[in-house]
């Protein structure tokens, strides 16, 4: 009787050891994990959007580099043709799943913005709106990496957003607003949009290019070669998709379940810090995998006498 | 007796040779008829119609994939041709064909904003086996030259400046690892460092390890 009550807590131990959690299993369906990917590879079928307000100058080539599909615009039209495009350019890198490092204008729509200037380029789209327009051109799964993202699924704002919802942040909408058709059904969308099960102010963390080991320099430049685009100097990247790379347990994510609180939170400083740098320790992680050190080599003018003397011999023979 | 019996079994032997000739015969008359135990039951649809849907014995299968919705084998090109082609029937690979757009209404010109180009040429330095070299000249000022030199002048010269330059050159065989230098990277001095990023700096004389924080972007 001792013996089995042993073996039991034994399996139930193991059983919640090897658990996997919805958001492991949303996140190796929508990014498969693979520990020995390519540093160009990381991003494969992977789009991301930035608001350009979030993002630092040649962003986009550092996300290029690393194999995303990266579109920085203040205009929702322009990125969605954007995706469309890479999608019949690129079927072989397909997006499938689409990040956007966006606001979430405390939960009142996705927008996009140059700056916080009234008079900005700046443009609105709702979350029904996207998945239509996307959802034709293959992409599968939306991460939604914004402010109170949870709120864009109120089902009052889900196809049509409401310009007059008396949010400060809600600016003019320049560039116009995008909202789903009046006959979108959005229980026949196959896309699976994803939120960050605690609403909360994401926060995004610019860094340096430098700031990464030589043979990451090298493995992303070496990208940006092929890419035909210019090597990046920084970036900028958010505490939740540097939780999604590394698979940081204590990330969560829900889908379709909208809540109505607004949230002022701020995640710690510390916590983007200790992120970040776990971040650029695993890209040079993969980036060693791929550049193993070389080792050290005979002189070329040493093989070209030996191979000379080679040469000769088999000439005399 | 014993001839009687010998008679009597003659004429039994004849008799049954008589019948025997006469079943014969028989058969052979009836052999030209078709069989009548086969023909009637394929009017309408025989027992081995596991498969088919119809009386006809016309193969009407497929028509639900096993994991896909059911519009997706309708709208498969060339479906038609793989059925009537006399392949396995219902072996066919499923092709997903992208519905055509109808609710989009960009323009749909617009192209990304990254460059689309494939073109993959700087893979190539990073095989090179070449052999660099680097010759470095250090000019040496050896006497400043007066403060105020006229040109065009007739007068001799009072620049005595001479750079005997101590040339150093130096022939380094190139190694693979040297040949894939990264300096874009460091020398980026294209774009405006806007970001406030620093890194982990150490203090060697004190050993004190001092973290600076990066620009933090609020997504509200």
Same mark, same amino acid.
């Given at each position: 009787m001792r013996r089995l009550s042993f073996i039991l807590i034994a399996l139930t131990f193991a059983a919640h050891v090897y658990a996997i959690t919805p958001t492991q299993y949303l996140l190796a369906k929508a990014w498969p994990y693979d520990t020995k990917v390519k540093v160009s590879d990381i991003g494969r079928g992977v789009g991301i959007v930035f608001s350009p307000d979030l993002s630092v100058p040649g962003n986009c080539r550092f996300y290029q580099s690393l194999g995303f599909a990266c579109f920085e615009e203040p205009d929702w039209d322009t990125v969605l043709s954007g995706i469309r495009t890479y999608n019949i350019l690129y079927p072989e890198r397909a997006i499938r799943t689409l990040i956007l490092e966006t606001h979430g204008t405390n939960g009142n729509g996705l927008k996009l913005q140059n700056s916080y200037d009234p008079a900005a380029d700046r443009s609105y789209i709702s979350v029904g709106a996207l998945q239509e327009h996307v959802e034709p051109d293959g992409v599968r799964y939306i991460v939604i990496s914004a402010?109170?993202?949870?709120?864009?699924?109120?089902s009052a704002i889900y196809k049509t957003l409401d310009p007059?919802?008396? /949010?400060?942040?809600?600016?003019?909408a320049t560039l116009g607003i995008i909202n789903a058709s009046q /006959?979108? /059904?959005?229980?026949?969308?196959r896309i699976v949009v994803a939120t960050p099960a605690t609403s909360h102010i994401e926060q995004t963390l610019a860094g340096a290019v430098k700031e990464l080991s030589p043979t990451t320099r090298r493995a992303i430049t070496v990208s940006a070669r092929s890419l035909g685009i210019q090597p990046p100097a920084q970036f900028a990247v958010s505490e939740m998709f540097m939780q999604m790379v590394l698979r940081d347990p204590s990330l969560e994510l829900a889908t379709g379940e909208s809540i109505d609180v607004l949230s002022r939170d701020l995640t710690p400083e510390s916590r983007g810090e200790k992120l970040f740098h776990s971040f650029v320790k695993y890209v040079n992680q993969l980036s060693a995998k791929e550049y193993p050190a070389a080792k050290k080599r005979t002189p070329v003018t040493k093989r070209a006498a030996k191979t000379g003397t080679a040469k000769s011999v088999l000439a005399r023979k | 007796m014993r001839n009687t019996i010998l008679t009597l079994g003659s004429a039994l032997l004849l008799t049954l040779g008589t019948y025997a000739c006469k079943s014969s015969d028989q058969s052979s008359v009836n052999n030209g008829t078709p069989a009548s135990a086969t023909v009637s039951q394929n009017t309408t649809g025989d027992v081995n119609t596991a498969g088919l849907n119809n009386s006809t014995g016309a193969y009407s299968g497929g028509s639900a994939m096993p994991s896909g919705p059911a519009n997706v084998s309708a709208e498969t090109p060339g479906e038609q041709n793989q059925v009537t082609? +006399?392949? #396995?029937?219902?072996?066919k690979e499923l092709v997903q064909a992208a519905p055509s757009d109808t609710s989009y209404a960009g323009t749909g010109q617009t192209l990304i904003t990254?460059? +689309?180009? #494939? &073109?993959? !040429?700087?893979?190539?330095?990073? &095989?090179t086996n070449t052999t660099s070299t680097t010759t470095y000249s250090t000019p040496t000022v050896v006497q400043t030259a007066p403060a105020t030199v006229a040109p065009n002048t007739d007068t001799t010269a009072t620049i005595t400046t001479t750079t005997p330059s101590t040339t150093a050159e130096v022939t380094t065989p190139t190694v693979i690892e040297n040949t894939t230098t990264t300096t874009p990277m460091t020398s980026? %001095?294209?774009?405006? &460092? %806007? !970001?406030t990023t620093t890194t982990t700096t150490t203090d060697t004389s004190t050993n004190n390890t001092t973290t600076h924080t990066h620009r933090r972007m609020h997504k509200d």
């Open positions: 402010c109170n993202s949870r709120r864009l699924l109120r007059y919802n008396g /949010d400060k942040l809600f600016l003019p /006959d979108w /059904d959005p229980s026949r969308s | 082609s +006399g392949n #396995r029937v219902g072996g990254s460059s +689309g180009s #494939r &073109t993959a !040429s700087s893979n190539v330095p990073v &095989t980026s %001095t294209q774009e405006s &460092t %806007t !970001s």
